[in-house]
């Protein structure tokens, strides 16, 4: 995946637990075989260079492939894995492979009569389960792309996704497949959504966007979009959130 993954465990861990944390990270090198760029015996780099058919390559490279199509369908052409000129899911595999994992492996953890707590974090992007009888609630920082270390907003949730992009940690990379050159409206956009799937994506679908027109095509995602003068705009739900000035939400000087 070309990036650092995390397990946070928050409990009284056991032999079950580590067993389940070996699990995942066993099948997202599993996933990573089939799905890495950077891997010349990859699928999907065989696939490139014409020396694999997509449906003799591995059955999840098909269904990998299906849900790409909805992505792009569903935001407009924002996201698309076909914008080189050949078939690369990676803006998608990341957060489909850590939902794949998390969901086998570390969400049964939520059962275990000594854990409160498990996420797993992938490049920053997080994927976040509670004990139904747990008070615990992941407290997480919305980064300012701007000042590293600072934080702009926190959020909480229980269980959810989170998932940022934008140019603040590596540069300009992400490109608007309608035009071919990198998107850069945006400092950067975080997406909380029930899956990372779907906040990875509509996270990279905003930064190509450059704004919030997109919103109400993801109504189950809510979020923040950092532009490129530092201004904030926040959704949920589809619906733009905004603090009118000389609200009560608005301090205003003595």
Excluded: Y
């Amino acid at each position: 995946m070309g990036t650092a993954v995390s397990i946070h465990v928050i409990g009284e861990s056991d032999d079950e637990t580590a067993a389940a944390v070996a699990g995942c990270v066993a099948e997202l090198r599993d996933i990573e075989s089939v799905f890495s760029p950077f891997r010349r015996d990859s699928d999907i780099s065989r696939i490139r260079r014409g020396e694999l058919r997509l449906e003799n390559a591995d059955p999840r490279v098909a269904h990998v492939e299906a849900r790409c199509v909805a992505a792009a369908a569903h935001t407009g052409g924002l996201f698309d894995a076909w914008w080189r000129g050949w078939f690369d899911p990676t803006g998608f595999v990341k957060g489909w492979a850590v939902d794949v994992g998390a969901a086998r492996h570390l969400a049964p953890l939520t059962a275990h009569p000594q854990l409160d707590a498990v996420g797993i974090g992938a490049g920053g992007d997080l994927r976040l389960f509670t004990a139904p009888s747990a008070d615990w609630i992941w407290r997480i920082g919305i980064a300012d792309p701007d000042h590293p270390g600072g934080v702009l907003a926190t959020v909480e949730v229980r269980d959810g996704a989170v998932a940022t992009s934008g140019t603040a940690e590596r540069g300009a990379h992400i490109i608007d497949p309608r035009s071919g050159e990198p998107a850069t409206a945006v400092r950067s956009a975080t997406v909380l959504a029930d899956d990372l799937t779907t906040a990875d994506v509509w996270a990279t679908a905003a930064v190509v966007a450059g704004d919030l027109r997109w919103i109400t095509q993801a109504p189950t995602t809510a979020g923040m979009l950092v532009a490129g003068d530092g201004s904030t705009r926040r959704w949920v739900g589809g619906v733009e959130v905004a603090v009118v000035a000389g609200s009560p939400l608005m301090p205003t000087a003595a």
